[in-house]
């Protein structure tokens, strides 16, 4: 996460390109929206195969995902116009035609009645989430926008932990997601890349953080 802000603020200064970053988490979390101030008590006490579950807070709005079994994506860029809505959109169109070529078709959601009051990010979709053809929400964004630069990210839930969910959000939270089998992460990410590369009309080179840019991003905190 203070990767993706960092990102964010580089770009923003022109310091560096637009950018795609794909990430897993470890040890486990829970991201909080910015704006989410209140949570269950009890997931400071959360554990999962014998370490304590991280609490995060993201810099993009949005409410708590569980970062187990899943995969999050980042782009960094600006110059689009439009709405946030749209901006949303013209973003994941490079989702939807990665997805595509895996042979998973995904539709943007819609609002559900109890989106404000649900501290589930996964508990419900708006017209900035994917979902699959049964109604289960595949992807998760969020989005934080400062002086024309946009930093939108999200979770892609694709191995999670039926029980470990429950205990976070409740036994009635949990909706099975359904995919293609033997889809690695490293395939879903070659995917992904060379969806992005064709929608937002760019060559993407893989480049490596450098010793002094971790340093001057760990000297950020937690983002």
């Known amino acids: 996460m203070a990767i993706d802000r960092w990102l964010l603020e580089q770009h923003q200064t022109g310091k560096h390109p637009p950018t795609l970053r794909f990430y897993t988490w470890s040890p486990t979390a829970i991201s909080l929206g910015y704006h989410q101030r209140q949570y269950p008590e009890f997931w400071e006490n959360l554990t999962w195969q014998g370490e304590k579950l991280d609490i995060v ?44 070529s895996l042979g998973v078709e995904l539709h943007y959601g819609t609002a559900g009645r109890g989106y404000i009051n649900n501290p589930n990010c996964f508990g419900t979709a708006t017209g900035a989430d994917l979902v699959l053809s049964d109604g289960g929400k595949l992807i998760g964004s969020a989005q934080l926008r400062r002086a024309g630069a946009i930093l939108q990210h999200g979770s892609i839930r694709l191995n999670q932990d039926a029980e470990l ?8 939270s949990w909706t099975q997601v359904k995919l293609p ?14 969806a992005a590369s064709d929608r937002f009309e760019m060559e993407l080179v893989e480049e490596p953080l450098s010793p002094a840019e971790w340093e001057e991003i760990l000297g950020m905190g937690n983002g």
Request: charged share 20%; glycine share 10%.
């Open 57 to 100: 807070r993201r810099p993009s709005g949005g409410r708590a995902v569980l970062h187990q079994g899943d995969l999050t994506y980042t782009v960094v860029t600006s110059g689009l116009p439009g709405d946030r809505l749209q901006a949303y959109q013209k973003i994941c169109e490079f989702l939807i035609q990665g997805w595509r």
């Open 165 to 172: 969910f429950a205990r976070v959000f409740g036994a009635e």
């Open 181 to 194: 089998q033997h889809l690695s992460v490293e395939t879903i990410i070659t995917a992904l890349m060379s």
